[in-house]
């Protein structure tokens, strides 16, 4: 990939012999993937398009019917395919195309009200539990105590969940369809139209999964399709920090001699560096410092202390979580493709890794409530680290949330564990239901990360997902590299990635939430550059990295739709020095960057193959 | 109605190879789905469909890229570089020596197309585009990720354009030469081109020299119908329709196409008679229903006294540069590298 190339020549593709050169300057364009297309037309792919050649005939009679179709039906007729249609993949063109085939054409045969779904409604009559009870327990895993809720507990009042903005999820992002939200009635009335626009829905929203069309994804190594690779490193300078690349350079310069074990050397350029950021303004300089201050802790062997008393932590979460979107809009795009994953299901279980505060959940409970038929059943089961004082602090998300659930009338049960690490669970300890009364979704924000600390851990965790047997699983992680072997790569990338971080804030109203959610990031900058070993747990991957673990592993993609990127550049919008913010679509997942730098990925998976899914 | 389509997509499926169809008749097709019949645009839609690759301070074959943002405007140029020589210096932005002490190295300031509507700076599309113009024309190429209409319309892609010329030129890093300055060309496609043009004017007007400009099938227009508007309408990918749509909706409200943005040699244009205006090179594409009127900017440039060389592809269609798959793509190139080298 890093090669120079001097000569131009054209690339023999199979698909343009018609119209291929026979005279002049026959020059081929060398691209190093041709062993590696996967049948793929690679001149497509470099422009974000997977088509293979086999196809590529099939694909242009599939434009033209669409051409045809578009033609004779009148202008109401393709509008909604842009206004109402959900879209998916775009870059999969056959499917993309044959989905919109099929909405200009449904097919007779589709009944959106199958055995299957009056099955499972009997079934769920025997469960029924009387409305608006919610049951609450604690299973706490180092310590059986239980506290009482504290009330008025500074922490959770922040996060209060009648303060959660509810505005930023506009009604549209409960359905799919433009219907409007129904009361809580939880008869469901099915109406013509609402068979006719859930029938659209289900006809769009259940694409054939990718990996029955595609083959499985190439190794990393093809990086000329030109999409994300493990060794693109996009890099956005603001006009501020033109002046301060002499400081980048310097900081480079440090992690070189770190790297080389030249301690002598490292430690005057980290002096350096200290007299040089102070002459630079707004976020290069506090990312210069906050680098400049691991690299000296690595040098001198200062390592930061055990992690932070969990109420501090607690504090930075929320106030990163309030100055900028990027937790927002995690938590928007997961629950967007919960909501659909949950369709129809009456009795719901949400995994979720990341519980912290429990933010994520008011807005989708309140979704789920406002569900068309009426809310499912809602359990949540939350894991978190243990705290360093005595109390229970998931009991306390639990209890909040139980409250809130009551208000919203949803059945609702909760269960915490708390655990120094994900790979310490275990299936057995969940009290998993079978699938057919409970669908599950699990949910991990930027947490499975920290298990690429240990060697096993991730394998050992993903198994037990598989175990519970979940319709789906969402993940959202920071877009970067930054768990490379060599130092100095991780160095460079992490640079990039925290200055574009900085930068995003710089637009924050509120300084105090700008410095908490500095020091929030700060801490990350210090264990990428700091620590080693278990101790390094921010291990950063790609998409391109998950996606080949996750398939590794035995899970398949679910798109997220046109539908769910609306409504989060929607919710970008309303945030301040919004300009820079932006979603993309990349194959299915949702990134959100600042400056076309993508910063963070939403994915969601499924288990490939459901009856496998026993334990290894 | 039906009929007459089959005969037009059968037509340009004879001129273009397979994939080439495949491309630009996704977008047409996606294109036609953003576009409103009430003139307003679904720009979520589009964002969406749009294909999008980041930067990447990592050479690929030879070229490296990066972001950079105005922190005031929020104009975002992307620079494309040749990969130093020097594998150590590979992944390092350098913003403090100039480009070249010895030689000239062009700098072409490229605006994308997309009828001023469409596409980014990291479009995929544009992005590889502009990748190759950099191996072959040993440039480096600055792609400016202007503001398009509807939302923003004239004059703000111009204005933008403007803004990021000046950047351009303010940039030690650009120079090159024993005289160091920055040598800078101006280049776009379909709607590009027109802003190139345009820039070229507030450029030359300025005193701020350009020393060419490119034009890619440019985007002009007219109140009238011409000939080969007439006789191309629907056959080769593009309609008058949404010609006229893309107008309307770049235009001031309330204009017609007889706008000098649009007609800058017509009715209400001017003469650039006696202006300090860049050499043109000027692509016109034989199947592109708009050539009457790249036609006549070609001769109102002639009759400015101004210099300006014509590439009339006979038998190319909009948008043959985006797949190395054909004869006019490899013409292209050549043109365009002897163009940015004929000053040394």
Redesign the interface.
């Known amino acids: 990939?890093?090669?120079?190339?001097?000569h131009?020549q054209?690339?023999p593709?199979p698909?343009?012999?018609?119209?291929?050169?026979s005279?002049?300057?026959a020059?081929v364009?060398d691209e190093?993937s041709a062993q590696q297309d996967c049948g793929m037309?690679e001149?497509?792919a470099?422009?974000?398009?997977k088509?293979k050649t086999s196809d590529?005939?099939e694909?242009?009679q599939k434009?033209?019917q669409?051409?045809?179709v578009?033609?004779?039906v009148q202008?109401d007729g393709?509008?909604h395919?842009?206004?109402e249609t959900v879209?998916y993949n775009?870059?999969d063109?056959s499917t993309w195309l044959e989905s919109m085939l099929s909405e200009l054409n449904p097919p007779s045969t589709f009944d959106p009200f199958g055995a299957a779904g009056t099955a499972a409604a009997a079934l769920d009559d025997s469960f029924l539990v009387p409305a608006e009870s919610s049951t609450l327990t604690t299973l706490d895993f180092d310590n059986i105590n239980r506290k009482h809720q504290k009330s008025g507990q500074q922490i959770f009042e922040e996060a209060s969940c009648s303060d959660y903005d509810l505005k930023a999820i506009p009604g549209k992002a409960i359905y799919s369809q433009k219907t409007q939200p129904q009361t809580h009635d939880s008869s469901s009335s099915s109406t013509p139209t609402n068979v006719k626009s859930e029938k659209r829905f289900k006809s769009t929203s259940g694409p054939p999964s990718p990996s029955d069309i595609f083959p499985p994804p190439p190794p990393p190594a093809a990086?000329?399709y030109?999409?994300?690779t493990a060794?693109?490193?996009?890099?956005?300078?603001?006009?501020?920090q033109?002046n301060g690349?002499?400081l980048?350079?310097a900081l480079?310069a440090c992690a070189e001699a770190v790297q080389q074990n030249n301690l002598n050397l490292a430690e005057a350029l980290v002096k350096q560096i200290g007299f040089l950021a102070i002459s630079q303004a707004g976020a290069m300089r506090k990312v210069a410092t906050y680098f400049a201050e691991a690299l000296a802790r690595r040098i001198y062997r200062f390592y930061p202390q055990n992690p932070l008393d969990h109420s501090f932590s607690d504090v930075l979460h929320m106030h990163f979580y309030e100055t900028c979107p990027y937790l927002k809009f995690a938590h928007f795009t997961a629950n967007q493709a919960i909501l659909e994953a949950f369709e129809g299901k009456k009795r719901v279980h949400v995994i979720d890794f990341s519980m912290n505060q429990g933010m994520q959940w008011p807005a989708l409970m309140q979704a789920l409530a406002l569900r068309v038929g009426g809310p499912p059943a809602f359990r949540l089961t939350g894991f978190g680290p243990p705290s360093h004082d005595n109390s229970d602090h998931l009991q306390e998300v639990g209890c909040k949330l139980a409250q809130f659930a009551k208000k919203i009338h949803v059945e609702f049960e909760y269960r915490g564990f708390v655990a120094n690490s994900l790979a310490d669970l275990d299936a057995s300890m969940l009290d998993l239901r079978p699938s057919e009364v409970e669908a599950v979704a699990v949910n991990s924000v930027f947490e499975l990360h920290k298990l690429l600390a240990r060697p096993g851990a991730i394998d050992k965790v993903f198994s037990v997902v598989k175990q519970m047997k979940p319709e789906l699983v969402t993940i959202v992680e920071q877009e970067a590299n930054h768990n490379g072997p060599v130092f100095l790569d991780r160095f460079?990338e992490s640079l990039?990635f925290y200055s574009t971080l900085f930068d995003s804030l710089e637009g924050s109203v509120s300084s105090q939430d700008k410095v908490m959610s500095e020091v929030y990031l700060g801490k990350q900058i210090c264990n990428v550059v700091a620590c080693e070993g278990v101790d390094r747990i921010e291990r950063h991957e790609s998409l391109t990295q998950w996606r080949n673990r996750l398939s590794t592993a035995g899970f398949s993609p679910v798109h997220l739709g046109?539908n769910a990127?609306?409504q989060a550049?929607m919710l970008l919008a309303l945030f301040a020095g919004g300009?820079?913010y932006?979603?993309?679509?990349?194959n299915g997942c949702l990134m959100l960057?600042w400056?076309?730098?993508?910063l963070i990925t939403t994915s969601a998976w499924k288990l490939t193959n459901k009856t496998t899914a026993i334990s290894q | 109605?039906?009929g007459s389509?089959?005969v037009n997509?059968n037509e340009s499926?004879r001129?273009?190879?397979?994939?080439?169809?495949?491309?630009i008749?996704?977008f047409k097709?996606?294109y036609?789905?953003?576009r409103?019949?009430d003139g307003t645009f679904?720009r979520?839609?589009s964002?969406?469909?749009d294909?999008?690759?980041?930067?990447?301070?990592?050479?690929?074959?030879?070229v490296f890229s990066?972001?950079?943002?105005?922190?005031?405007t929020?104009l975002?140029n992307?620079v494309y570089q040749p990969?130093p020589?020097n594998?150590a210096q590979?992944?390092?932005?350098?913003?403090?020596k100039p480009l070249s002490t010895t030689e000239v190295v062009p700098v072409i300031v490229f605006f994308h197309g997309g009828s001023f509507t469409h596409s980014?700076?990291?479009s995929?599309?544009y992005?590889?585009f502009c990748r190759?113009l950099v191996?072959?024309c040993k440039a480096v190429v600055v792609s400016v990720?202007y503001r398009r209409s509807p939302e923003h319309r004239y004059p703000c892609a111009y204005d933008d354009g403007w803004a990021a010329l000046k950047w351009v030129k303010s940039r030690t890093w650009l120079q090159s030469g024993k005289d160091s300055k920055v040598h800078v060309y101006l280049a776009g496609d379909s709607s590009g081109g027109n802003i190139a043009h345009h820039v070229a004017v507030r450029a030359a007007e300025a005193d701020v020299e350009v020393l060419g400009n490119i034009l890619l099938h440019p985007m002009f227009g007219g109140q009238m119908r011409t000939e080969s508007e007439k006789r191309l309408d629907g056959k080769y990918f593009v309609t008058l329709h949404d010609r006229d749509w893309y107008w309307r909706a770049y235009l001031p409200e309330g204009e017609d196409r007889d706008h000098p943005a649009c007609n800058p040699f017509g009715p209400r244009g001017r003469t650039l008679e006696g202006l300090k205006f860049p050499k043109s090179l000027v692509v016109v594409a034989g199947l592109d229903l708009i050539q009457d009127w790249q036609l006549a900017y070609v001769e109102g440039l002639k009759k400015s006294g101004q210099e300006v060389k014509l590439l009339f592809l006979e038998k190319a269609t909009i948008g043959f540069y985006?797949?190395?798959?054909?004869?006019h793509f490899?013409?292209l190139?050549?043109e365009m590298n002897n163009f940015v080298h004929s000053n040394c």
């Open positions: 990939m890093k090669r120079d190339h001097n131009l054209p690339n593709d698909s343009s012999l018609r119209g291929a050169p005279t002049g300057k020059k364009w190093e037309d001149l497509l470099v422009l974000g398009y088509v590529m005939a694909v242009a434009l033209e669409l051409e045809e578009m033609c004779n202008d393709i509008s395919l842009a206004s879209h775009p870059s063109l990086a000329s030109g999409i994300p060794s693109t490193r996009p890099v956005v300078l603001v006009d501020s033109e690349i002499r980048v350079h480079m460079t990039h046109s990127f609306k550049s300009d820079g932006g979603v993309e679509e990349n960057g400056h076309n730098r993508p | 109605m039906a389509n089959e997509l499926k001129v273009v190879p397979l994939n080439t169809w495949v491309l008749s996704n097709l996606s036609n789905l953003q409103r019949p679904n979520d839609l964002e969406f469909l294909r999008r690759v980041p930067a990447n301070i990592n050479p690929v074959d030879g990066f972001d950079h943002v105005d922190g005031a929020g975002l992307r990969s020589k594998e590979w992944g390092i932005v350098d913003l403090e980014s700076a990291n995929a599309i992005d590889t190759r191996n072959i990720n985006f797949l190395p798959n054909n004869d490899y013409r190139m050549e």
